[in-house]
């Protein structure tokens, strides 16, 4: 059975740091593209950041690009997400699953507030 766990969410004031992590276990974590999403209540699922099977290549959305780093351990079977300079606008639960959209985690709040 697939399962995604995400950890690493909460309350942060703006211009902090997160750091996400995506634990996978029941795949061969290594063949999947994996990608961030969030949500926010009211708005559709919106793709943060995506990463390649080997981890050499990223792409990120406009909204993110600069200030998140998407990367992965794959003998870990864990991914990452690092948020620097956090703006109230990333307010969301956040999201890891595979970029085909197969798997998906549960989800982890993000809070961004003063």
């Known amino acids: 059975q697939v399962q995604f766990v995400e950890s690493g969410g909460g309350l942060v004031q703006p211009g902090g740091s997160l750091r996400l992590s995506c634990a996978a276990s029941?795949?061969?974590?290594?063949?999947?593209?994996m990608a961030w999403y969030r949500q926010t209540p009211g708005k559709q699922r919106e793709w943060v950041a995506r990463i390649s099977r080997e981890g050499y290549k990223y792409y990120y959305a406009d909204s993110v690009k600069g200030r998140f780093t998407i990367s992965r351990d794959n003998a870990k079977n864990t991914m990452y997400l690092q948020m620097n300079n956090l703006k109230p606008e990333d307010t969301a639960v956040y999201f890891c699953?595979?970029?085909?959209?197969?798997?998906w985690g549960q989800g982890t709040q993000v809070t961004v507030s003063s």
């Open positions: 029941g795949m061969i974590f290594s063949s999947y593209v």
């Open positions: 699953a595979s970029y085909d959209g197969t798997y």
